[in-house]
């Protein structure tokens, strides 16, 4: 990510700096006692600890230090021998190593060749550290300087925290915003000082939008540097964001002349579109740019035009490249920036420019506004992809200056319709037909392209489905991004049906049985969030021969919430000679509430055992 220059005069003044505290931790100053232990009293299952994570801001030289110490546990604490940290300078870093031999410590300079810089962008670097011969026990000692302030400080980690300490001294000469997530109280929150200690690791939960909303931590901005005959504000308001982003040759809003564009927009206009269909066009033309993963609001230093031709850039180099084809069309299409969902939720009232990772395009319409993100090969231009539905957007243009939500109203809709036959030999045969629509159907295409040919995702489906033969498969629109997939196979199904004396059983929801609850724990800390509102049916009709009929049948269920966010129905009835089940699964809401946790994992709860339930034929 490009940030915006931030110039700064340092002046030799006689400012005491001290924060009258004992600085928790010196950096290689270490005990026998903190090597020699072998366990973390307060969590014993720990693979790895850190004893101190300390952080301190020198406003004189405006550089901020932070020295941390880890502590390895067990052969599974390993994983973090190889470090990684963000900064906007180049810092300077050195590490120590202890270990114990016998009853002596032993300490090994980490030495520079384990020490890697990579220049991500203009305005951030990462550093990353590869930590040699760890052992269980083994304890390292990192300190890194850079100039300014850090982006974010964080209180709780994966591992516990047996204690972690950011200071800030307050200066007439800048300003800074702080913004506070997670649920761990600080035990030091002081005007210039904030900490906490003893902070038990975070556990992750099913369904959570992003750890970075509820992982204890600090994020930092800073809102404006004052110095004698210098003054500038960065991001004391969002319309202060908006306005820096305007000023950034690396953040094209405006019409740009970009020749390497020319012949594509020639075509689209003398194709005679227009309106949406001119738009989704549009969008599809610029598919011819890969996105390479790099989530960023500024476009690569090479230019718009380099990466066109290259084929392939950052979101911002797709999507700034779809608004200059839009805005050349006529359209009134605006950047959106936002922070991706793995990035964690914009604040509205503290406002954050490095929080920013992600741009999308909003074009004005007679019904509103219309978003569109052009990195997802098999996306349709109606649909977002997960990692953009995280609650609202900032349109950044001369002309709006605004909240947008960023949500999507379609769904990932699935049809699965079974016809079946039971054979004497108790094998099912017939035809299975499973139409996916939106979201599923985009699931669909993105994994099918993993495949090099129809017979090898037949192969790799029935090993996914044990007893499952595919004879035949056939596959409509699967290059037609904006029509539904309609797979249609001829199968045999082995090993469903089991034969008790005289009376057969079967559990009639087939490969579509859902058998595990993903809300196992009694407890639930943090919010239910969906990424996708969903839809699912299944129709499974099972042609019994003459001598079966229908026995003891699963009752009906319909299960929900008190808001109708989770909904399924289920229902199973024998007519004559065939035997159908008919189930539906909804969900209506993005989030639900953890006070509401009980009752969805009452839903699924209700669902995996109705699922489990066997229909009972009886042979004559």
């Known amino acids: 990510m490009k940030k915006l220059l931030i110039s700064f005069v340092v002046f030799s003044l006689f400012i005491m700096t001290s924060l009258g505290q004992k600085a928790p931790i010196s950096f290689g100053k270490i005990t026998k006692e903190e090597v020699a232990s072998t366990t973390y009293d307060l969590d014993t299952s720990a693979a790895a600890v850190v004893l101190c994570d300390f952080g301190w801001f020198d406003k004189i030289n405006f550089e901020f230090t932070r020295v941390l110490r880890y502590k390895i546990l067990k052969k599974s604490g390993y994983d973090i021998s190889d470090l990684k940290f963000h900064s906007e300078e180049r810092p300077a870093v050195k590490g120590m190593i202890y270990n114990m031999e016998g009853d002596q410590v032993v300490k090994e300079k980490l030495a520079s060749s384990n020490i890697f810089y990579k220049k991500l962008s203009s305005g951030l670097y990462e550093t990353s550290l590869a930590i040699p011969d760890l052992k269980v026990g083994t304890v390292i000692d990192i300190q890194y300087t850079f100039?300014?302030?850090?982006?974010?400080?964080?209180?709780?980690?994966?591992?516990?925290?047996?204690?972690?300490?950011?200071?800030?001294?307050?200066?007439?000469?800048?300003?800074?915003?702080?913004?506070?997530?997670?649920?761990?109280?600080?035990?030091?929150?002081?005007?210039?000082?904030?900490?906490t200690s003893n902070v038990a690791a975070f556990k992750t939960e099913p369904y959570i939008n992003s750890r970075e909303n509820y992982i204890s931590k600090m994020e930092i901005d800073i809102k404006a540097i004052t110095v004698p005959g210098h003054y500038k504000t960065y991001t004391s308001t969002w319309e202060d964001v908006n306005g820096n982003l305007l000023q950034s040759t690396y953040f094209p809003a405006q019409n740009q002349p970009l020749l390497c564009l020319s012949s594509v927009i020639d075509e689209l206009k003398s194709s005679g579109k227009q309106g949406d269909d001119l738009m989704k066009a549009a969008f599809e033309a610029v598919k011819k740019m890969a996105w390479n993963n790099e989530r960023?609001?500024?476009?690569?230093?090479?230019?718009?035009?380099?990466?066109?031709?290259?084929?392939?850039?950052?979101?911002?180099?797709?999507?700034?490249?779809?608004?200059?084809?839009?805005?050349?069309?006529?359209?009134?299409?605006?950047?959106?920036?936002?922070?991706?969902?793995?990035?964690?939720?914009?604040?509205?009232?503290?406002?954050?420019?490095?929080?920013?990772?992600?741009?999308?395009?909003?074009?004005?319409?007679?019904?509103?506004?219309?978003?569109?993100?052009?990195?997802?090969?098999?996306?349709?231009?109606?649909?977002?992809?997960?990692?953009?539905?995280?609650?609202?957007?900032?349109?950044?243009?001369?002309?709006?200056?605004?909240?947008?939500?960023?949500?999507?109203?379609?769904?990932?809709?699935?049809?699965?319709?079974?016809?079946?036959?039971?054979?004497?030999?108790?094998?099912?045969?017939?035809?299975?037909?499973?139409?996916?629509?939106d979201y599923a159907a985009y699931d669909f295409r993105d994994n099918y392209s993993s495949y090099n040919t129809k017979d090898e995702y037949a192969r790799a489906m029935e090993k996914e489905n044990p007893g499952l033969t595919i004879n035949e498969i056939t596959i409509d629109n699967i290059d037609d991004l904006y029509k539904p997939v309609v797979v249609t196979i001829d199968a045999v199904i082995e090993g469903i049906v089991t034969q008790v004396d005289k009376e057969l059983y079967i559990t009639p929801m087939l490969f579509e049985q859902v058998k595990e609850n993903p809300f196992n724990a009694t407890e639930r800390i943090y919010p239910i969030s969906y990424s996708r509102l969903e839809d699912t049916k299944v129709n499974v009709t099972i042609n019994l021969p003459d001598n079966v009929t229908a026995g003891v049948l699963p009752k009906p269920i319909s299960s929900k919430l008190r808001n109708n966010a989770i909904a399924f129905t289920y229902n199973v009835t024998g007519e004559g000679k065939q035997v159908k089940a008919d189930y539906a699964f909804y969900i209506n809401s993005l989030t639900i509430n953890q006070d509401m946790y009980k009752d969805v994992r009452n839903v699924y709860n209700n669902l995996v055992s109705k699922h489990a339930e066997p229909i009972i034929l009886n042979m004559q």
């Open 147 to 195: 100039s300014g302030l850090p982006l974010e400080w964080y209180f709780q980690r994966e591992i516990p925290v047996k204690y972690s300490e950011i200071d800030i001294p307050q200066s007439e000469y800048f300003k800074f915003s702080k913004n506070f997530f997670g649920y761990v109280p600080l035990t030091i929150s002081e005007l210039e000082r904030w900490g």
């Open 296 to 437: 960023t609001v500024f476009i690569s230093d090479e230019g718009l035009c380099n990466h066109y031709k290259l084929g392939s850039g950052s979101v911002a180099d797709v999507n700034f490249t779809l608004l200059q084809i839009l805005n050349k069309l006529n359209f009134n299409a605006f950047p959106v920036v936002l922070s991706s969902r793995a990035n964690g939720m914009l604040s509205q009232f503290n406002p954050s420019i490095n929080k920013l990772d992600y741009v999308i395009v909003a074009v004005k319409t007679d019904a509103g506004f219309t978003l569109l993100d052009a990195t997802e090969k098999y996306m349709p231009s109606y649909l977002l992809p997960d990692r953009v539905i995280n609650g609202q957007g900032r349109i950044v243009s001369d002309k709006y200056s605004q909240w947008i939500p960023l949500a999507c109203k379609y769904k990932e809709q699935s049809d699965y319709r079974y016809d079946l036959t039971l054979n004497p030999d108790l094998t099912l045969t017939g035809k299975i037909i499973m139409t996916y629509t």
